[in-house]
């Protein structure tokens, strides 16, 4: 398959229009501050609007990419520019571009200082999510991928907590320190077949060896396993996540952390598909030994935010499951709940903020009862919960449904244990992650919520505000939507993961 | 008819409308304090909810074969040879009708129950608060909306659970009534008042409705495995073609049989095809024989499964004891029952409605339902038969020694599932079904008595506070004062002769006791005695143990009969206590009625068996019973029996003090053991809960972070990077790391001010320098590569 060489001006256009915001807050003076939210909030929502023509395309019939095009960008080194949307990133852009607005409306009275330069971020900060999941140019991807920490650093550093600097350096060094491996595998790949078009590569022959594709997996996975996180490249997550303003741990949890999840799918999986069968054990393990630890470290804590962040590591191993179980259900389940996630988990940053924002601490000795003060932030923080948890009705449970029946059957985890196939007892020990997350979830509800009032400070909360209300009621209707009618979601997907999996060899069966 | 059947979606619609009315609008529909609308409409919407399971009745009254109504498509992903198609049909037949009835029927008169009790229950704890008459204005109109709200919800999920046609619905409605169960188990989160242990009753509410979920997420872990075995071993999650292409792997090759379809859109003749699995009478007593024989083929049809195979008989067997799980969760059998005795913390309509009659009954439904499954795997069929039998008996030993009116009844409930879960192992579905149906009468009837019980003492104890409201909270409080000290309203230490209070109550409640005991001719006695019949036939062991819960059951009902009812007040509380209104005493009088008659809808004379032949459309395994006079006699003699025993010990010489010792304490330290619930809830705490919590705080803080994050991060990692760092591009790089480290150094040793002030004011020009660095590596190693 190849790109034809025209200019994607679609999706140029949508990159565009954030930058068009990044600019005109940069040419704004500072005390115009109510000019430069109102900016923010257009040149976002203006972004989600136009990226909803998206859907026009016929997803369903065809795998092939779409709004596509690629014009030589770097000739010589066969660099091009070059984007186009599927089924695979369709929900991941539109997640972005929803996530965009949100952010901006969650900080109106959240960010105080410098607030020129945080909207300027926020925004820049879109155009480098979108391109990170619009790239079809390897070299580009990888142009749009370190482009994302510049904003998200200083986010973490500028606007963050009281360990901001440390957590943002961290931040920064360790998605740095798998993407030059990320790097020199692109590099290696481009030289050696001539193109850094990602089409163009996906079944090429290169004449590597079996060994050195395997490196070359590594390569791509490690720069990947430490953004997802996977267990145990995690450390790095809950301090970034505790010490980032609300928008960015929405972002961080919503966008950032899919990034990892959809590169497997983008370059690992079709790139080198008997390395990511050789994989997928340990991947397997791997993300089976984050469900569990993740809930359980999860269940530990004292910090609400810090709890959420562990929860993540938990969510996102049920999306590595499904994707390494290499077959169709597998994969739809953990693209779905990559979304879910983004929605969920989101949600959760968004109204662990609003708490914040009131009472300036997040350790749950400081509340209970929250319930009785205000019920309808109360009520809508439960439904949320009840997402994360994987309540049936709510998309959560749709998107880990899916993968724990793709996983199940899967052939990719190959072992058998007294006659029980791995797939059948890796996900046996994955759905005890569902029990996990009650015990988790639960526990931070009820010292948070329930109860009588205990600390004074909480008596006089003041509930969910206009404006709190409007930046969470997309994701409780898109919560409710996918739990409700989840089919729309899958079909939009069926038949670029077709592809993907009808390309993998087929997998040996065991007698 | 058709037409008739098609209303059937509107079963669950009608109920989620009502959730939504009643919490976005239920606190603007009460301007005032006796306004009782979210309640009126709840009870309408329950009662229209009930009136689609009458017309369902009608139409499969001509169409007993049933029908299956297509509303949405979840799920339909292809993969590979199958198709994870999962529909949200509503299947309407004998055995969902069934259910339909009993959950609405039932349903509604607690909805109606309930418009009383909630209101009541404000004002009481209002009076106890001291709250002035805007605060208690609000209290209620946030508590009666709240309620009502999740009593619809309830309903609703509850109508999904048992009309899906296929097992993921199933799972489902299954989850949400649990969602339900927690909320309204935790509905007195609030509840201020300190206990004696020092905790928040409110918290202890909140606690055991988190231990009701999270008891319920096991059995779920359970639910799951089997749907995910069932799906990949059938290729379907719909009951009609999980059952048939399982009838066909008995003989035939699994890829054969994955053909088969006897439901799924489209439904093009919709009046034959349930033909190919409803079996007529005479095919399922054919099958009944095998089952008699005890001796079901072991199959070995090899079924794929991951990249291996396992044999028919394995796979199957593991289906069913993994839905067993569920079902122990659901229907509070052992091991996961522990949650239900502490559910009793949900106020009493509750207790009647979702942990009596309907919601706990899910896991008998799901066994009937799944019974072409466990009548091929008969070692788990005899083990869910041992799993009740001995919750029957270990639950009905607990309610001997209890004291509190509510927790008897709870292990009673649990005792009653365990009789029901014994019936459907040994294959009496319909034994099972029978016995779900008349408990809903006659423990909704007990429960909703207790509570009418519990609101007599408390008026008892409070006087007649109501008047005095509206006027000033003061006075409210004095009459507080005059009247008695605080006793537990719930304990039936404190109350006696309770009868001549609340006669209607009273007597009511007695009805109900003697249709729980057994007692000829009351319903309890028709479908008691067919679960034992079926006992008899099968199993002798289990025969003898369900025996013996039922001389306790007569025994506990007996003594509590006693301690409220009969003798002398033994607190100023019981002696104050009043009867009930109309709209708690009325359904008090309706469930009665049923508790009497309920024995007509399937009596085992030949000419009625009415339920059984009902439910043969739709149970494949199911088997009409018959009338054996000496197992008739046995339980008589057995129940009349303890009857006697309980009156000679607590009603020939009533307890005067409540601080007496019950005269069962004689028994010492097995009394205890029995009053301390065999110590269960000590076990799971030293075996799991402790242990959980103890390996959670090991893993957060010293393994994930002292350990990883601390060490192994911040110190090597940290270093080695540094160092790495430096050799590789020295002068670009500096900056940066030396940043790093020096905010992790600054970070260890305690902030130096001076530090972190330098590191604000440069935090870009760090960040600047890492960019150029990134750029700087990026131009370098592309052009060394363009080169070579």
Redesign the interface.
């Known amino acids: 398959m190849s790109m034809e060489t025209v200019f994607p001006t679609f999706l140029t256009v949508l990159l565009a229009i954030p930058v068009v915001g990044f600019l005109v807050i940069i040419l704004t003076p500072r005390t115009q501050e109510n000019f430069i939210k109102w900016t923010a909030v257009f040149f976002t929502l203006v972004t989600f609007v136009v990226s909803l023509a998206l859907l026009s395309a016929p997803y369903q019939s065809s795998s092939e990419l779409f709004f596509a095009g690629a014009i030589p960008w770097i000739p ?2 066969g660099i091009s520019y070059a984007l186009g949307v599927d089924g695979l990133s369709l929900w991941l852009v539109l997640l972005t571009t929803l996530l965009g607005p949100i952010v901006v409306i969650s900080s109106w009275t959240a960010v105080e200082e410098r607030v020129k330069e945080y909207y300027a971020f926020l925004v820049l900060l879109e155009t480098a999510m979108l391109g990170v999941f619009l790239a079809q140019d390897m070299f580009l991807f ?1 142009v749009f991928w ?1 482009f994302t920490l ?1 904003p998200m ?2 986010l973490i ?2 606007w963050g907590g009281s ?1 901001r ?2 957590a943002s ?2 931040f ?2 360790y998605t ?2 798998g993407s ?1 491996l990320m ?2 595998a692109i ?1 290696f790949l481009g ?1 050696k077949g001539g193109t850094f078009l990602l089409p163009d590569l996906i079944g090429m022959d290169l004449g590597i060896g079996t060994n050195a594709a395997r490196w070359l997996f590594l390569g791509f996975a490690i720069a990947f396993a430490i953004k997802v996180p996977i267990w ?1 490249l995690h ?2 997550l ?2 970034a996540h505790v010490e980032a303003p609300t928008a960015g741990s929405v972002i961080l949890a919503g966008v950032l952390l899919k990034m990892g999840t959809y590169g497997f799918v983008r370059f690992n999986i079709p790139l080198f598909p008997e390395a990511s069968q050789f994989f997928a054990p340990a991947i397997a393990v791997l993300a089976v030994i984050g469900i569990i ?1 993740g809930a ?2 999860s ?3 004292t910090d609400v935010k810090k709890l959420v962040a ?1 929860s993540s590591v938990s969510h996102l191993g049920f999306v590595m499951l499904g994707l390494f179980a290499l ?3 597998g994969i ?1 389940g953990a693209i779905l709940q990559m979304v879910n996630h983004g929605l969920s988990t989101g949600a959760l940053f968004l109204m662990v903020g609003m708490i914040y924002e009131r009472r300036h601490t997040r350790d749950m000795a400081q509340f209970g ?1 929250i ?2 003060v205000m ?1 309808v932030y109360s009520a809508l923080m439960l439904i949320v919960t ?1 997402s994360s948890m994987g ?3 709510l998309n959560g ?2 998107g880990e ?2 993968i ?3 996983a ?4 990719a ?2 072992f ?1 244990l007294a ?6 007892l890796l ?2 020990l994955s ?2 992650g ?2 996990g997350a ?2 988790y979830l ?2 931070m509800f ?1 010292k948070v919520f ?3 009032v205990t600390v004074e400070a909480n008596r006089s909360l003041k509930d969910i505000s206009a404006r709190e209300l409007v930046s969470l009621l997309p994701l409780l209707v898109l919560i409710f939507w996918i739990g ?4 729309p979601f ?2 939009v997907m ?1 038949a670029s993961v ?1 592809a993907l999996v009808h390309a993998l060899p087929a ?5 | 008819m058709q037409g008739l059947f098609s209303l059937i979606p509107l079963i669950v619609i009608i109920p989620f409308a009502g959730v939504l009315i009643n919490a976005f609008f239920g606190r603007l529909l009460m301007p005032a304090q006796s306004s009782k609308a979210p309640g009126v409409i709840a009870s309408i919407i329950a009662g229209t909810a009930f009136a689609i399971a009458v017309l369902m009745l009608f139409a499969l009254m001509s169409h007993p074969e049933g029908t299956e109504v297509p509303f949405l498509t979840l799920l339909n992903i292809e993969v590979g040879k199958h198709v994870l198609f999962v529909p949200w049909t509503f299947k309407v037949d004998t055995l969902s009708s069934v259910m339909m009835l009993v959950v609405t029927g039932v349903g509604t008169l607690i909805h109606i129950y309930a418009i009383g009790y909630m209101d009541y229950d404000v004002d009481v704890k209002a009076h106890e608060w001291g709250l002035s008459v805007a605060d208690t204005l609000d209290l209620k109109r946030r508590r009666y909306s709240r309620f009502f709200t999740y009593l619809n919800l309830f309903l609703g999920s509850m109508l999904i659970l048992v009309t899906g046609n296929n097992y993921l619905m199933m799972f489902v409605g299954w989850e949400l009534v649990g969602l339900c169960s927690f909320l309204l188990i935790g509905f007195w989160y609030d509840d201020p008042h300190r206990q004696a242990n020092g905790v928040f009753k409110g918290i202890e509410n909140a606690a055991a409705a988190q231990k009701a979920f999270i008891a319920n997420r096991v059995g779920d872990f359970g639910m799951l495995l089997a749907i995910f075995l069932i799906f990949w071993t059938f290729g379907s999650l719909e009951f009609g073609n999980v059952f048939a292409r399982a009838e066909c792997m008995k003989e035939s090759s699994q890829a054969e049989c994955l053909t088969i379809t006897t439901t799924g859109l489209p439904r093009s003749d919709a009046s034959e095809e349930p033909e190919d699995t409803v079996k007529p009478a005479a095919e399922a007593a054919e099958a009944e024989s095998g089952h008699e024989g005890g001796e079901a083929g072991i199959f070995t049809t090899p079924i794929e499964l991951g990249p291996g195979t396992l044999p028919l008989t394995a796979i199957v067997t593991a289906i069913t004891l993994f839905l067993l799980l569920g079902a122990t969760g659901k229907s509070a059998q052992i091991p996961l029952f522990v949650w239900l005795p502490d559910a009793m913390a949900g106020p009493t309509p509750v207790s009647a409605l979702i942990h009596a009659a309907t919601m706990v009954t899910a896991g008998v439904y799901m066994i009937t339902r799944s019974n072409v499954l466990y009548h091929m795997a008969p070692f788990s069929a005899d083990f869910v038969a041992y799993v009740g039998a001995a919750t029957a008996l270990v639950a009905a030993t607990i309610a001997v020694a209890q004291f509190d009116i509510k927790k008897v009844l709870a292990y009673s409930t649990i005792s009653q599932l365990g009789f029901m879960i014994a019936a459907v192992g040994l294959g009496g579905y319909i034994a099972g079904i029978f016995h779900l149906a008349t408990h809903a009468f006659f423990k909704a009837l007990l429960f909703k008595g207790s509570g009418s019980v519990i609101q007599g003492m408390e008026r008892g104890m409070l006087g007649d506070f109501r008047g005095g409201h509206g006027h000033d909270e003061q006075h409210g409080h004095e009459g507080h004062d005059e009247h008695h000290a605080h006793v537990d309203p719930q304990d039936m230490r404190n109350m006696g002769g309770m009868l001549r209070k609340m006669p209607l109550t009273g007597w009511t409640y007695i009805i109900g006791a003697l249709a729980l005991a057994g007692i000829f001719p009351l319903a309890g006695f028709w479908s008691k005695d067919e679960i034992l019949l079926d006992a008899f036939k099968e199993n002798t062991v289990i025969y003898i143990v369900l025996s013996a819960a039922a001389v306790m059951t007569a025994f506990y009902m007996t003594r509590q009969i006693f301690m409220v009812f009969f003798g002398k007040p033994r607190t100023p509380a019981a002696e104050h206590a009043s009867e009930s209104p109309a709209t708690m005493t009325a359904p008090l009088v309706v469930l009665a009625s049923l508790s009497v008659l309920g024995g007509l809808m399937n009596l085992p004379f030949d000419g009625f068996h009415q339920l059984g032949y009902w439910l043969e459309h739709s149970v494949q395994y199911a088997h009409v019973g018959s009338f054996n006079i000496t197992v008739a006699l046995i339980s008589t003699a057995l129940a009349v029996g303890a009857i006697l025993l309980g009156w000679l010990v607590y009603g020939r010489r009533p307890s005067t003090d409540p601080n007496a010792a019950d005269p069962l304490a004689v028994a010492g330290p097995v009394f205890t053991f029995l009053n301390r619930k065999w110590y269960v809830d000590e076990l799971y705490f030293a075996v799991f809960i402790q242990p959980y919590h103890a390996i959670g705080n090991y893993l957060a803080n010293v393994v994930d972070w002292n350990f990883w994050h601390n060490f192994v991060h911040d110190s090597i990692i940290a270093e080695a990077f540094r160092a790495w760092a430096v050799i590789l591009s020295k002068p670009i790089d500096q900056g940066v790391v030396d940043g790093a480290v020096n905010g992790i150094a600054s970070l260890v040793n305690g902030t130096s001010r001076e530090v972190r002030r330098t590191q604000t004011g440069y935090v870009r020009n760090y960040a600047l320098l890492v960019v150029a660095g990134v750029v700087a590596i990026m131009v370098f190693l592309v052009v060394r590569f363009l080169i070579s």
């Open positions: 010589t080194a990888y370190e510049v650093y200083f550093g500028i360990n600097q440390y350096i961290k920064f060094l740095k320190a030059i790097l020199l590099l030289i145990p450390s790095w809950p301090d630890y359980w470290v269940f530990a804590q562990y077959n169709e259900i739809q009862g319930w009785q019920p009840l309540l049936p009705g449970f749709v449904f899916t724990l029946m793709g199940f059957n899967s052939s985890f190959g058998q006659g029980i196939p791995g797939s059948v996900t046996a759905t005890l569902v029990i009650a015990i639960l526990t009820q329930l109860g009588p409700i009618f989840p089919s899958f079909n069926t077709q997998m040996a069966v065991l007698p």
